[in-house]
Nanobody, 123 residues
Framework: QVQLVESGGGLVQAGGSLRLSCKAS????????MGWFHQAPGKEREFVAA????????DYADSVKGRFTISRDNAKNTLYLQMNSLKPEDTAVYYC????????????????WGQGTQVAVSS
């Protein structure tokens, strides 16, 4: 299994920005897609954004469209999430995950979860 390590979280004021990174181990890393999810205390894990690894096609949750940008560097096996115009509602632990194969559910089929990085947005 691929090991994923998230980084870049922290405390930021509302309206500020953060850039999250997710580094994947292995020489043969080639998933169908990579995605970002977040989970607030007492709530379920929620889809944030995804990108197909080969073509770079993106999908976003409605709540982050226009504010967040997902990208990847295939050569570095690294996934990014540029988070702008942050809101207190974005406060959560952010996880990256790999989707090995296509599924019709854009938010489903993710495995090899990372350990998460905390994002806290103050009012």
């Amino acid at each position: 299994q691929v090991q994923l390590v998230e980084s870049g979280g922290g405390l930021v004021q509302a309206g500020g920005s953060l850039r999250l990174s997710c580094k994947a181990s292995g020489r043969t890393f080639s998933p169908y897609a990579m995605g970002w999810f977040h989970q607030a205390p007492g709530k379920e894990r929620e889809f944030v954004a995804a990108i197909t690894w080969s073509s770079g096609r993106t999908d976003y949750a409605d709540s982050v469209k226009g504010r967040f940008t997902i990208s990847r560097d295939n050569a570095k096996n690294t996934l990014y999430l540029q988070m702008n115009s942050l809101k207190p509602e974005d406060t959560a632990v952010y996880y990256c995950a790999a989707k090995p194969y296509y599924t019709s559910n854009y938010a489903g089929g993710y495995y090899s979860w990372g350990q998460g990085t905390q994002v806290a947005v103050s009012s």
